[in-house]
């Protein structure tokens, strides 16, 4: 079965300083792996999504991931926070092998960035 | 990129009334659209999956009378909350994606919010 655990409900940075969001995800196939991005009262964005191609992807607004199949991880990063980027960051994965589409939210991480 | 509309965004409804929300992808067709359901300060749950022209497949514990969803167009899926209850007061999400491939990425609307007085 799949799914995805994020390591930490809640994460403070300081502006300009690296954002590091963990996600940690089991799955018996080669898993879709993807990060969206919910502001307040806003629709999910997508930030970047790994399919298998490069481990490293790379994603909109400077964020990136790397996927690590030995450590079942696929954290977020970036290199300097915006005050901008202040939201609610889902890491998520599609569920199994077939095309249904399901995806499988992980629990999200509140990112705050501190002036 | 590809846009996902909801209506209403908002809505407050009077208990025992029946509640449409419509899901609509502006600029794509969509094969498959999703409905999640979201309560505060919690993650997405997938509710039911909804395909063109076919039932919708309900996740388990979502009750399908209650939540009734039509997909009649490629384009528009709506979900009505039928005899609303307190209880059903949350933020629905629905998202769509075109393809039938488990890579294809899907683009989420941006929610409706549902109070049940």
């Known amino acids: 079965a799949q799914s995805v655990t994020q390591l930490d409900s809640h994460v403070s940075v300081s502006e300009g300083t690296p954002v590091l969001l963990r996600c940690n995800y089991s799955s018996s196939y080669s898993p879709s792996l993807f990060w969206y991005v919910q502001h307040p009262n806003k629709g999910l964005q997508l930030l970047l999504k790994?399919?298998?191609?490069?481990?490293l992807v790379k994603g909109i607004n400077g964020f990136e991931a790397e996927f690590k199949k030995s450590e079942t991880s696929f954290h977020l990063t970036k290199p300097s926070a915006h005050m901008s980027d202040a939201a609610e960051y889902f890491c998520?994965?599609?569920?199994?092998?077939?095309?249904?589409?399901?995806?499988?939210f992980g629990q999200g991480t509140t990112l705050q960035v501190k002036p | 990129g590809a846009v996902v509309s909801q209506h209403p965004s908002r809505v407050i409804c009077k208990s025992g009334t029946s509640v449409k929300i419509e899901c609509r992808s502006l600029d794509f067709q969509a094969t498959t659209m999703f409905w999640y359901r979201q309560f505060p300060k919690k993650s997405l749950m997938l509710m039911a999956t909804s395909n063109e022209g076919s039932k919708a497949t309900y996740e388990q514990g979502v009750e399908k009378d209650k939540f009734l969803i039509n997909h009649a167009s490629l384009t528009l899926s709506t979900l009505t909350v039928t005899s609303a209850h307190p209880e059903d007061s949350s933020f629905y999400i629905c998202s769509a994606r075109t393809g039938s491939d488990r890579q294809e990425t899907q683009y989420f609307g941006p929610g409706t919010r549902l109070l049940v007085l």
């Open positions: 998520v994965v599609s569920h199994g092998s077939s095309n249904t589409g399901k995806l499988i």
């Open positions: 790994y399919t298998s191609a490069a481990t």
